[in-house]
């Protein structure tokens, strides 16, 4: 389907990234339900530091293209 077509049918995209991701979870009331506060609040907390970790982490990549120019 097109942007166009999922969007006249209601049909959101996936998020684009983990910290979307979360967010979203976050304002499910669905999976609160499913997974009970405890498990649910830990889950979040993990994911936030993975995150975290993840936005932190510098790839060869990066290194490869950026370290010439500082």
Wanted: charged share 35%.
């Amino acid at each position: 389907m097109t942007p166009e077509e999922r969007a006249a049918e209601g049909i959101e995209s996936l998020p684009r990234s983990l910290g979307e991701a979360i967010e979203v979870m976050e304002a499910s009331e669905l999976v609160a339900d499913a997974l009970g506060e405890h498990v649910f609040e830990y889950f979040i907390r993990n994911k936030r530091r993975e995150w975290a970790d993840y936005k932190a982490y510098v790839t060869p990549f990066e290194v490869e293209r950026y370290l010439g120019t500082l």
